[in-house]
Every structure is written in structure tokens, then in C-alpha cells.
């Protein structure tokens, strides 16, 4: 049997073929390289829901199944079993840390968490209740100034440097971004601190890195909470080739440096029909405010004339429940025994859940409840602010992004990003 496809032009009759190339798992793509020198024709993907942009050996997902790995490992067992730095490790390294090479890189990452002095000053300049995205954007960027170094891509120890770098200092930036906002002091890395607790310190320490007391004394933050943060940094860690990542992709091919690739990634993530939608999930939980508005709200989701859009439900890619999702929901419960977790919010959340998956509309178009739906609850009770949800996807999206970075520029024959126009114009 041939691996090709014949595409007929039915004004003329002309076929022309194209190789059909076989992926190690999902559905197989048309090569479709040289359709304009064939056909004297451009395709046409409207938001790319048919087109494969690379080959890629991190991340794979089948959305039809709800199932997601990182390096060929299910992320269920990866939530479960191991930390957040061992899945960096297996992301840039292709294979799990051994307990050694663990950690020297949480060594590694601890000391690399501090930054600059000029850094850390430019974040006075900008205006004070910035969005922290919109400061992380600018700050990221800025890291390349101070990081310019020529980043030889067959150099091994320069693009892993390059790659920690940027993973440890993500905390650090973006907690600043946070402290900045509402006019606090920057609390500087300890590295007595693991990644993910040294992350809720700088967050919500006092001046000296004393924490909030009561009268039944300090509030420390408890090894659940950082257990729970660290899931979360998890299961958002990479989701092979979403807008972000496509943003991130695009500008490495241009030859730009990796940080300003990133910032990109972080600003087009910000948005609300991508990771911004855990911050518009809470408010707008908290808009319809009780249980009984709970009806009214989807059916103006449902309503074709209204443009309210039920937020942390649908994806591109998923057309069965989110796997991500599937451990959040089973976290929140865990939570709810040993945390405050808003029970209102929880109630009104579980309320929309119910209905919309046992509503034809939703139904009919698998729109299931994505990761956002449920992020957000969690982050409340680990008492991060709602500003701060986003952020805390681009502190664990950053090392998918810099691992996906490190596969383009190694990639053998990888061609600027540069697609064609239906022009409509004059
Ligand atoms: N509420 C109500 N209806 C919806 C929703 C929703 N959340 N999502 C999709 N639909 C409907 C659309 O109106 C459309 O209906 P139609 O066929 O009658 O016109 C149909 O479902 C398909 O929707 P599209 O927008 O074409 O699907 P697409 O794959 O382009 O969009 C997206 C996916 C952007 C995630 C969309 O589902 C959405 O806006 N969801 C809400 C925002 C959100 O939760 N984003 C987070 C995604 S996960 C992540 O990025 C981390």
C-alpha cells in the first residue's frame, strides 16, 4: 500500500500526490511542503485545527482518549509519583533524574533563583498596580540583557545553562512582578528553599522573611500546600504546540534570543482564551455568585447571540475530559479536607460542572471542564491572588517552553515561520 494521498483539482482534473509521514503515536500527517510548487495553490487552516507546524518528540496528547505524556510518560503517574524539578529534568533531558543528578539540579535551581540588582530595580519603573503578566513579559525580556551571552546550540552545558537559568529565575521574577503590584518589598530567594516552597516564601513573607503570625503563632507554610503547588506546576509544565508554545517556536526560528522568545510565550499565554482563563474562571464564578444564577449564566453560554463563554470549559484539543483536570478535581478534594477552599465558589463551580456535562449543547460539542476550571479554587486556598493564577502557569509552562526552544534550534532543516494570506484587500 502507498503512504500518499492524490488530491484532484476538480477545475482541471489534475492530481497531484503527497506523501502521507507516520508519527510514533496520533494521526499521521500529508506533507504538504510542496503544494504551492505543485498546485500553484496555498492551503488554508483557519487557527491551524488541521496543521501539524513541526515534528516534536516532547509532549503528546490524544484528545479524543483525554490522555497527555511528557517524554512518553502518562502525566497521571507523574502528578502522582514525582516532583515538579524531576519533570523538568525529564523534559530537557529526555529521561527521569537519577536521585544524584536530582538533586544537583535542585541545587543547581536554588542558586541560580537570585537576580541581578539592575533587574530587580527596573521593576520600580514601572506604574504600581501593573498586572504582574504584563511586568513577567517585560522582565523576561529584559533578562536577555543582562544574559546575552551567544548561545551555541551544539554548546550542550551553554543551552543548559541557558535553560536552568531562565526555569529558576521564573519564581523569582515573577514573585517580584506580584510584590511590585501592591507595593510590598521584594523578599529575595532562600536557598535553604525548595523551587516550589522558596516560591509561596517570597510571595508571602514579611521584611526579614518572617512570616504572618497569629495568636496561635507563625503561619508556616505547610508541606500541603507546597505538595499541591508543586502538582500544579506539574500538569502545566509543557502541552506540546498551544498558542504559547507556536508563539515560542516562531520567534526561535527568526533567530531571536531564547528569553525574548519566552516573553513572547508568557504575553500570548496571558490572554483569556489561553491561560488567562483560570483568572476569568474565579471572577467569573464569583459573578454569578450563588447557585441559583447558576442556570441563567449557561444559558447565555448556550445563547448563539450572547458572546458569554462558560470560562474553563472547551479546548482545541481535548473532545474528552482533561487529564489535567481529572487530578485537579481529585486534589481538591484532598484539599478540602485539610485547607480552606472557598465553599461557595466550590458549590457554584460543581453546579456548572453537573449541568453542563449532562447538557446537550455541551454535549454535542465535547466541551468538557479543561485545567483552568479548576486551578483556580486550589490557588485560593494555597492564597495566591487571582492576578497572581497566571503567573503561576507561566512559572511551570517555562521549562515546556525553553525545552521546546532547545528541540527547534537542534532540529535539523527547521524554516522561519512564515505563512501565506488569502488576500481579500483592494
Ligand atoms: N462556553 C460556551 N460555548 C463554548 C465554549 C465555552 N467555554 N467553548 C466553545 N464553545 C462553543 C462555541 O461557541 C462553538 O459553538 P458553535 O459550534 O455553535 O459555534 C463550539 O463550542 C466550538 O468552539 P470554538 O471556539 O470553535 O472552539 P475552539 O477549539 O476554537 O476554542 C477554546 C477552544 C478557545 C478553549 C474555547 O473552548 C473557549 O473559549 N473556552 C473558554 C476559555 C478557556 O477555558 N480557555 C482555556 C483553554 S485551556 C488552556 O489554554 C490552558
Not at 545553562?161 to 521584594?186: C, D, E, L, N, Q
Amino acid at each position: 500500500m502507498k503512504s500518499s494521498i492524490t488530491v484532484t483539482d476538480n477545475r482541471t482534473g489534475k492530481a497531484y500526490e503527497f506523501d502521507i509521514l507516520d508519527g510514533t503515536r496520533g494521526p499521521s500527517v500529508v506533507n504538504i511542503g510542496s503544494f504551492y510548487a505543485q498546485t500553484g495553490l496555498f492551503t488554508y487552516d483557519n487557527g491551524y485545527t488541521s496543521t501539524a507546524s513541526c515534528t516534536s518528540n516532547i509532549t503528546f496528547i490524544d484528545g479524543e482518549k483525554g490522555e497527555l505524556r511528557y517524554r512518553g510518560i502518562e502525566i497521571e503517574e507523574l502528578a502522582e509519583n514525582r516532583s515538579y524539578l524531576e519533570v523538568c529534568y525529564l523534559l530537557l533531558n529526555e529521561k527521569l533524574p537519577s536521585q544524584e543528578e536530582c538533586a544537583l539540579f535542585d541545587l543547581e535551581l536554588r542558586h541560580r533563583s537570585f537576580l541581578h540588582e539592575g533587574l530587580t530595580n527596573l521593576f520600580n519603573s514601572f506604574p504600581s498596580g501593573s498586572h504582574p503578566m504584563a511586568t513577567l513579559s517585560a522582565a523576561t525580556a529584559a533578562l536577555s540583557t543582562f544574559h546575552f551571552n551567544h548561545l551555541d546550540i551544539n554548546d550542550e552545558a551553554e543551552y543548559q545553562t541557558m535553560a536552568r537559568r531562565i526555569v529558576a529565575k521564573m519564581p523569582t521574577i515573577a514573585a517580584f512582578a506580584y510584590r511590585h503590584s501592591i507595593g510590598a518589598g521584594f523578599i529575595q530567594p532562600d536557598i535553604d528553599k525548595s523551587f516550589t516552597e522558596n516560591f509561596l516564601y517570597m510571595m508571602r513573607a514579611y521584611p526579614g522573611g518572617k512570616m504572618h503570625r497569629d495568636l496561635s503563632g507563625e503561619r508556616t507554610i505547610k508541606p500541603i500546600e507546597i505538595q499541591a503547588l508543586d502538582t500544579i506546576f506539574t500538569l502545566h509544565a509543557d502541552h506540546e504546540q498551544n498558542a504559547s508554545t507556536t508563539a515560542v517556536r516562531n520567534i526561535a526560528s527568526t533567530g531571536a534570543h531564547p528569553y525574548v522568545a519566552i516573553s513572547a510565550g508568557i504575553s500570548a499565554l496571558w490572554g483569556r482564551a489561553h491561560g488567562g482563563a483560570n483568572e476569568s474562571v474565579i471572577k467569573q464564578l464569583e459573578m454569578i455568585g450563588s447557585v441559583e444564577n447558576v442556570d441563567a449564566f449557561i444559558q447565555r453560554a448556550k445563547d448563539p447571540k450572547d458572546d458569554f463563554r462558560l470560562m474553563g470549559f472547551g479546548h482545541r484539543v481535548y473532545k474528552n475530559f482533561d487529564p489535567r483536570a481529572k487530578v485537579l478535581k481529585g486534589l481538591q478534594v484532598q484539599l478540602q479536607e485539610e485547607l480552606h477552599l472557598d465553599s461557595n465558589l466550590m458549590q457554584i463551580a460543581r453546579k456548572i460542572e453537573e449541568i453542563a456535562l449532562s447538557d446537550e449543547y455541551f454535549i454535542s460539542r465535547k466541551l468538557y471542564p479543561n485545567i483552568d476550571f479548576y486551578s483556580g479554587i486550589i490557588l485560593t486556598a494555597l492564597q495566591i491572588p487571582t492576578s497572581m493564577f497566571t503567573p503561576i502557569f507561566v512559572i511551570g509552562r517555562t521549562i515546556g517552553w525553553i525545552s521546546q526552544w532547545i528541540e527547534f534550534k537542534k532540529g535539523k532543516g527547521m524554516k522561519i515561520a512564515r505563512p501565506r494570506q488569502l488576500y481579500l484587500g483592494k
